[in-house]
């Protein structure tokens, strides 16, 4: 059984990925050259213009950027697109320092969207499976992601958000859940309360 969402796209010769992916470095990197002052800085301080990159065997040569590039940054020092064309915000969490924050237009979304839905239609669900998204909804991309890509494969989809494990047992039970998306950690620990659950109410049976 098949299990491509984008065929086209999954399915595609080494050669044709190739040729995707060095036109469409080329394209970005004009894109960032353009708009993108701090990133245009970190070219030109190492001799480098867009024509300089002609193919993926020129990747080695731009400059990366660090985490501390990306909270110097922050938080529009990075934004290639103009605040008006941008309709969400995600960040990370912070835990290290300041938040990194990144902006998504409605096309950045359209793709994410489709990412995740690739991931889920691999794992082997359709439009018939009934999907709980048990990531955080928030700043953190994994829940609106994972829901946008139910959505697009057709799931019935339960956005459960994270933690209220309770709930999220009461969920998968009653509404016959197919799908978790969750951390490994969680799902695990969802499993264990599941057992103890069962458990219990053996104990209490004989």
Known sequence: ?????QPEIETASLEQIKAWQ?????????????NVPYYRKKMEDKGLTPDDIK??????????????DL?????YGLLAKPLSECVRIQSTSGTTGKRVVAFYTQHDIDLWDECCARAIVAAGGTKDDVCQVSYGYGLFTGGPGLNGG?????????????GNTERQI?????LHATILCCTPSYAAYIGESLKQKH????????
């Open 22 to 34: 060095n036109e469409r470095l080329l394209k970005q990197v004009k894109h960032v050259w353009d």
């Open 199 to 206: 458990n219990s109410r053996r104990e209490k049976s004989a």
């Open 71 to 75: 909270r110097e940054a922050y938080p």
């Open 55 to 68: 193919s993926l065997d020129d990747l080695h040569k731009l400059p990366f950027l660090s985490k501390d």
């Open 1 to 5: 059984m098949e299990r491509y969402y």
């Open 170 to 174: 009461m969920f998968i039970m009653d």
């Open 150 to 162: 139910s959505h697009k494969v057709g799931c019935l989809t339960i956005p459960t958000s994270s």
